[in-house]
């Protein structure tokens, strides 16, 4: 661990070395202005999408992003209340590039945006072309306690929950290791996936912005990420100088659970260094369902981070330092599982050091390179002092990439290699102990035929997983190390039609090894309510994703719809076998199985100005997921059919709903309906069909010392409905929140 720790604190030092000499840079600087009364407008954010470059616009509406090297750039700029803005700019060597951008005010509520490149648009630690951007007034409208109570209202988003803290997004079927979830662009280091009783350890509430990404670009993070990769954008180390201090101040509050959050940040400029400052604390209490308080539902959350960057013509290079401590409840099963629910006590802390380097060379001109290593441990209580299952995992991921210029028809492209190390223990009554190895090598390129935009992207991984001891007569079988090898591809296509209209298509070949968990899991989860049985031959998880999406973007009206459909080969998944464990009664077991199967759907999403001050929104999202009957299966009557649903996924759902804007000022009304799902797995009980009222209200001020204000308040579950989330363990006991009210104050400074 102490080499690790070191290594973290050199690397960028030592990497520094081999930048060689620098190349000739430029910046971009200048003010953004209302369009309408041509007055500054501060505190608007500002991204070169094609590199690792943010900035934000001071109290007079200024700003400067300095070190970019020559060439052709999108600068896209986004302010809560205007419509967000992508201008392309010419940078070239020794010189600044000084613009005047002018941002219109809209009444359109939705700031998620397609990103289309036209060139050289790859690079940095934000997500290349990511499909949607959640930042700004729509972030704060939807932001809620988790991760994937802020993405819920996505179209093709759900949330797999057990309580709530423990929740993780669900995108089109498809969640845990399939969905990877990045704090900016580096893995998590939790074991959220593993299972529905843990948490995710991150939070939005300092986001700048949450990207989410498919296709190629999601091959530069993992191979097996083919429900996506979202990204929650910190820039705890800062990639560009500000001209003064900045930061931001918020305060939250919830009614339904008692709940309170407050979260600050600050970012200092000294010399050619940037010091970053993020601190903030979640509480809440046991919340209230109409049918009464649920027991053991609370939460105690604090994450904190200091970051440090060095900046300079040849680029930066930084180091930064977290913790994620969060105590939560799982609430009790009187049926099962455990009577008196579970609490969790978890710790996360993190180091990571990420560098870039500006070259002069005929082929890259640009390396970044980066490591991090994180410490993770959870205990589940089932009491006060009786731990029944305890996790540990230390972590480690190292990385180097180069952009480069054009090769061949393609324009500037990436290519880099990844690994990663992670010693895993799970302590129980049957106890995991292994260690996993991964190596990866990538390349994402792009090419652009007139209107035709072309992306590919390719990654190679080996991983190997590898227990402490070898054991051949295991109750779950031969408990072996394991080797897999294989190689992830994807193309997406976009063609624009002119007018606002595009077409495009997104094809991608995953691979996912079998997890830890999934190969050598052999003991009791009191926490999920499931003896968990691993499978040590099981196969990686393959996986072919195809969409066919048709979009129209206009200043007053927003369109898309998607299909999709995802083949797989030996898809793994915890089968609940319906069976008592005969050394735990009250659990049944969950098999890890490897079977064929098939997730397809549909989802849309509208936005449309009806008058200049009223827009009309809606969206939708349909899937259906299928999995093979084995032989076996077939021979035992208990099916009628060759295939059979899978487990958890959502049901179709829509939301509409209407937004007024009036200056600064806005209010909106929304209606949620979830059908009754009653495409079950073995097992599942049925969801019933639901309708939620939700409201929302907001007001901008811009005080006389340049300060901005913003006060938000969202009601959801007006009328108190009593409902179940299908992708929730607890929905036979327990219902979702009743009626909540949250407030919310942030400040920007």
Sequence with gaps: MRKLLLAAILFPFLTMTAAGQSQSTGSVAGFVIDSETEEPVPFAYIHLEEINRTGTTDRHGYFKIHNVPEGRYSLYVHRIGYSSKTQRVEIEGGEETNLTLELSPTVLTGESIEVVADADQLGGANLEHASIKVTGAQLRRNLGTTLSETLANQPGFDQRTMGAAPAR?????????RVLILQDGERTGDVSGASPDHSVTVDPMGADEIEIARGPAALAYGSNAIGGVINVVRNQIA?????????????????????????????????DFVYNVDVNGRYGDNYRSPSGTIDNSGYLTTNNAVGVSYIRPWGYSGLAASTFISNYGIPPDPEGGHANGVDVEMQKYQVESRSEFLINDHFFKMIESGISYRYYHHSEFESAEIIGTEYKQ???NINLKGTHRSLWFFNDGVVGIWGEFQDYQVLDRFNINANNYSASAFTIQEADFGPLHIEVGARFDAVLAKPDRENPDSRIGHIRQREFYSLASSATAIYNLGAGFSIGSTFLHSF?????????????????YSFEIGNPDLDPERGLAKELFVRFRKSNANFELTGYHNGFKNYIYPRNTGRQNIFFPRLNDYQYESVGAEIYGLEGMMEFQLTSNLTLNSSASFTVGRRDV????????????????LPMIPPFSFKTGLTYVSGPFQVGANVRHSFKQDRLAEFESVTDAYTLLGANAEYRLNSSGGYLHTFSIQANNILDETYQNHLSRL???FPEPGRNISLLYRLYF
């Design 630 to 645: 084995s032989d076996d299966e077939m021979e035992s009557g208990d099916f009628d059919s060759d295939t059979t649903p």
């Design 512 to 528: 996912r090894a079998p997890s830890i968990e999934e190969l050598y899991s052999q003991g009791p989860h009191i926490a999920a």
């Design 169 to 177: 997004p669900v995108i089109r079927g498809l969640g845990d290791e």
């Design 239 to 271: 990639n560009n100088k500000p001209s003064s201090i900045n930061g931001t101040a918020t305060v939250q509050g919830a009614s339904v659970n008692t709940g309170i959050s407050a979260a600050g940040r600050v970012s200092i400029p000294k010399n």
């Design 731 to 733: 929905k036979d006991v």
């Design 394 to 396: 230390n972590s480690a």
